[in-house]
């Protein structure tokens, strides 16, 4: 059982108990309501909380129930919950208003960039609709990068590239961490650009390109041969300095991996028909509906 799990557990059982913090930090005593609440306590709570607007279950626009119907739901302190709270607000998913209460926000206003934004909506059954959004960003920022990375002459970032696409090559089949791997590819692609605030968008899109991974291999730990030859090829086009070739690959890569993604989703809905809340397990993104 995960350390969150546990000390929700123990919450829930009104239980005075102790939650190490995963820094290594000392114990802290859970007993009163001023008293200091550990990191768990209010991780837990806003990763429930988020899922559940995500999810749909206080959608925009509705209050989300009064303090004290939440404090007897989790059986926490005011202080967890408020620092719960805090955590979606600094997210763009709610706002607390004196004498109103606490509210979602419109969806326009969540910062979608967020790595816990895309895991919850991840863990709640990823739409057809949200993946396209995620392939937009990413056509409109990867081609563009590798036409520019083909263009430069960043030896040192080549050499990245090429070692993120041997260890593709080595754990296609399951044998390592292939989304990591992946990631590493895509990433220093943009660093490879040379320009400083391109290569910081890995940043922002680090976590759009996880969701995409593992949901264009289908939830498996490996990737198709047709798409490791792909990146070999973008790799090509950049050791080789062609721009025109090195930006056509990308766009060929992307258009096919969200036809993958596309074909994936089908096949999970189609057994589901009729049968709400029957669920399968997708390698590494949390519960989704088959």
Known sequence: MSRPDRTA?????????????DTGASPVRRVADDAPVEHNIHSYLANNLGREVVGGLYPPGSLLPAESEMLKRFSVSRTALREAYRVLAAKGMIVSRSKVGTRVRPKSDWN???????????????????IADLYVLRQMIEPAAAELAAAGDPDQAVDRIAAAYADMERFKDGAGDLIAADLRFHLAI???TGNHFIGALGGLIHAALVCTFKLSWAGAARIQDDRLRQHGAIFEAIR?????????????????SINDVREFLRHRDEPDRG???????IAGSGEKRL
């Open 190 to 192: 943009l660093e490879a």
């Open 112 to 130: 979608m960039l967020d790595p816990e934004v895309l895991a919850w909506h991840m863990q709640t059954v990823p739409t057809e609709d949200l």
């Open 9 to 21: 557990r123990q919450a829930r059982r009104g239980s005075v108990d102790i939650v190490r913090v």
């Open 240 to 256: 080789d300095h062609a721009p025109a070739r090195a930006r056509a690959r990308m766009n060929e890569l992307l258009r096919d």
């Open 275 to 281: 049968k709400p809340g029957k669920r399968a397990h």
